[in-house]
Structure formats: C-alpha cells, structure tokens
C-alpha cells in the first residue's frame, strides 16, 4: 500500500478551506496533517464545524509557522486572503512543498497587470514557474509545476463557458458580455455588513459594476486562446442563496454557426475532460445541479441567424470555483487520476 500524501490547509476555518477539509478528508491518497486557524487555534476542527463531528477532529493550529506546517505536510492549500498568501508561499516553496494557492497572487502571467488591480507583488520571481490551475486549459502544465495558481470562481464559470470559441477564432474579441450572478458564500465567511442576511435576502443586486478583479483574469485566458486581446463586460450579481454561480455569456462569432455547429465544437473541446457537462438541446444548467460537486455545466443557443451565441455556464463557487479544482490541480501535481476524491455526486435536491 501507498503512503498517503499528507496536506495542510492554511485558513481552513474559511470556506474555501472548510470546503477543502470536506473533500480532503474522503480523498484516499492524502490525509489531514495541518489545519490552520487564527481565530481559533487548538480547537478540534469539528468544535467549530460539527458537521465534520467525527470526520475530522484534528484541532486548528495557529498560524502557520512555515517550518511546522512542512514538517507535517508535503502539499500545502493556501485558502487565505490575497497578499496574504504570497507572503508565505514562497517559505513553504524553499521548504520542499508544492502548494496549491487559493487566492489570485499567482494567477497572473503578467505582474503589472496583477500589481494594476491588486498590490505590489511580494513574489514576483516566482511568476514565471507559476501555472494558472484551469486543468481543462493547463492540465499538462500543471502536472509538472510545485506552484498552481487556482483560478478564481466567475473566471472558471466564464472562461469553461467560452473557450472552445475563443480557441477556434469564433470570439468576436471585443463583443463578450459576461452576464454572472453568484450566492453569498463568494464572499467569504468573515462578518459583512453587505452580505448579512437581512441585506442579501429577497434582493437581488449587481456590484462592482467594471471594477471586478475577475476581469483581468477571464481576458488573460480568453486573449492566450484566441492569440489576440479579447475583452470582458463583466457584470457580477450578488443573489440570495448560499453557493453557486451562474454565468449568462454573451458574444457575437465572428462566422455565422449554427447551433449544431456549436455543440460539436464544444463536444470536441472538453472530450476527456470529466467535469465539464454539454446539456442537451433544450436543456439548461441550473446552480442546483452542480452544487457541491466539481462539474461546470453548460448549454448553448444561437441567436440572429448564427451571428450571437448566449452560453450558461453553472459552478459551485465553492467547489470547481475553488476547492474542488484546487483537488483536481493538486491530483494532477501528484500523479493521481484526475477525478480522485472528486467523485461525489452533488447535493440533491
Ligand atoms: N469563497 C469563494 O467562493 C472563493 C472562490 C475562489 C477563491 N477564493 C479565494 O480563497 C481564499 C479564501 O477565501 P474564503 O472565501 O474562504 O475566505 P474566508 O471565508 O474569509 O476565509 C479566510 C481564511 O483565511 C484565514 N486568514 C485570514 N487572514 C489570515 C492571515 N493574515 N494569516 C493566516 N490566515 C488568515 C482565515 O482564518 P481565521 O478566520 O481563523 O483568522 C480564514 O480561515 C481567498 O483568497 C479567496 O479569494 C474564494
């Protein structure tokens, strides 16, 4: 038998790092080693998530001191704030471990264009070896990398529902609207005044209307694709449920297709692909279905005799916007197949 890889999570008290715990924990090749909590270190786990009662009693550690976490684990998922994360990582990089970060410090090809919408990054040479953790763009890449930076949740959503177009040239580059409405959990689990019950139930609102970070992440993608810049009218809505994005995507082809066409296209693109989902025609994705489980699922429509096409893309924000992909990159780091640990059904109904 196999020894087991032993992981760390570092913020596992958040939710994308509860998620991970949850996944992690039914994984067969890894096991918990390190759980990291500043609010509540030497608490067991599951003192504070009883759902876990059990499952995972490990208790929180306190912050992580870097030599401690690698002596415990020789994968580390960084599931903290921005800026954050590139203060530790590159310690945990010169201690051995690969790392698999959650935030956006390493998923930018480009430094100023992360320094432009974000800070100044602490870790800059560490770029270049950087790979962007989409697997259903990057998968090869990924395999050989020690540093994964796991893509946000709207970009997952957005660039797995126009790829395959921006690949084939069919993107009219300047057209696309990115159309996204996402559950509070996209947040985070601090306390926010905006995403407290009483403001985010029975309402229904748009924010950070062209000023999302997200934005420079869905173009870097959709321009490598499409060998030329592609831009993103990215409009993001806060809706009232817990977990889940739905994208409605809009963009003009460059070539009239027909819907046919299209679903082809599509089918071609993410064949061996596991967890991208082609509705049927007639068929459209629903954030119920996808919720916690790793799949991103799509469906398609032409409109104006084969010049627009309207894609839904549905995720879990929590998972394959987050820790769900985070499994798959680290799988793919480790030689594992793929779908290992990733296999659950989503929640029904
Ligand atoms: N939520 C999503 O849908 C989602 C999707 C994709 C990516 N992400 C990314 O994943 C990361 C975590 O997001 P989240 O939504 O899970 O946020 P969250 O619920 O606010 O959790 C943040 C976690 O980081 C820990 N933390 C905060 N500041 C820290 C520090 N200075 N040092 C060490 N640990 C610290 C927190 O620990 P304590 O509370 O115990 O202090 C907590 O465990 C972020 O970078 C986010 O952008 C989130």
Known sequence: MVDKIKVAVIGASGYAGLELVRLLVRHPGCELAALTSLEYPGRPFSQIFPALAGIVDLPF???????????????????????????????????????????????????????????????????????????ELHREEVRRTRLVGNPGCYPTCVILGLAPLAQAGLLSPHSVIADCKSGASGAGRQALLGISFCEVNDGFRAYKVLEHRHTPEMEQELSWLAGTPVNVTFTPHLVPMSRGILGTLYANLTAPRSEGDLRELYRKFYQGHPFVRLHPPGSLPDTRDVRGGNFCDLALRVDRDGRRVIVLSAIDNLTKGAAGQAVQNFNLMMGFPETMGLETAPFLP
């Not at 090809?109 to 870790?123: F, G, I, M, N």
């Open 61 to 135: 550690s306190q912050d992580p001191a870097p030599a401690k976490i690698a002596a415990a684990a020789s994968v580390v998922f960084t599931a903290v704030p921005h800026q954050t994360a590139m203060g530790m990582i590159p310690r945990f990089l010169d201690l051995g471990c690969k790392v698999v970060d959650l935030s956006a410090d390493f998923r930018f090809r480009d430094v100023s264009l992360y320094e432009k919408w974000y800070q100044p990054h602490t870790a800059p040479d560490l770029i270049p070896e950087t790979v962007y953790g989409l697997p």
